[in-house]
């Protein structure tokens, strides 16, 4: 028994037959502790309802619950495990609600109307986790439905959403994390901590919703960024020709023979305000 008087995870996985599918970005944490440092990573949870795509075997729901999250809602796709589910939501009725389906299919404001306040924590699979958090970042009304967002992500992720301008991995993650957001890397976790164990080290990122960030439309400010760093070696005024080159450059202020990667958020908004 474990803690919650829950089997031990690597009991359940064998219990319920969910040997780890690949293309499900399947790779799970059977340590308790650390599922639960993920957890307090979120700040407090008493109150709070979670949204976590991806419970898998529920380590990290489990977690989530005993740190006192008044409610999870868990999207999962994998039938496979929606039998190891209905057991945690046994041992804390009323406090866990399964959804089975596709996060990417998914309407998470809808989720949570009128719900407050609501915090996102997920150990994400990583075929899916950027397209889902460029969704959460580029999501109207802001400030958004979410309190904060604390995600596990591929380290080199990690470090393209906290990146600054001037980095070698700054680029369309970093311009839209960076304008709406606080985002920083709270810890790493190595291969060996998930089962089966991926190729790279891994990173847990915290993400505030900024109150006021600048007003420019996110489609537009991904549009521009996209273009910028899709030739990020290219000089402005060559990577943006399809959105108008150098008239837009000039008309935002801004040198044409500069690139993509020297250019501060603010920059990335003129433009995006300019197109
Ligand atoms: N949270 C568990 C843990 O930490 O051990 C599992 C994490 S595992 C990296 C990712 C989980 O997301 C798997 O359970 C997988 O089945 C689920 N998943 C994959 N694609 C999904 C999708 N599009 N929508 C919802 N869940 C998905």
Known sequence: MSFDGLPPLREVIRAHGLFAKKALGQNFLFDLNLTAKIARSAGGLEGVTVIEV??????????????????????????????????????????????????????????????????IVANLPYNVGTELLVRWLTVEPWPPFYESLTLMFQREVAERIVAQPGDSSYGRLGVLAGW?????????????????????TSSVVHIVPRTNPLPVDGARLARVTEAAFGQRRKMLRQSLKSLGGEALLEKAGIDPTRRAETLSIEEFVRLAQCI
């Open 54 to 119: 991806g419970p898998g075997p529920g380590g990290l729901t489990r977690a989530l619950l005993s740190e006192g999250a008044s409610k999870v809602i868990a999207i999962e796709r994998d039938e496979r495990c929606l039998s190891a589910l209905a057991e945690i939501s046994e041992r804390y009725p009323g406090r866990l609600e399964v959804i089975p389906g596709d996060a990417l299919k998914t309407d998470f404001a809808a989720l949570v109307a009128g719900v407050s306040p609501v915090k």
């Open 180 to 200: 709406r957001t606080e985002a920083r890397i709270v810890f790493d976790v190595p291969p060996q901590a998930f089962t089966p164990p991926p190729k790279v």
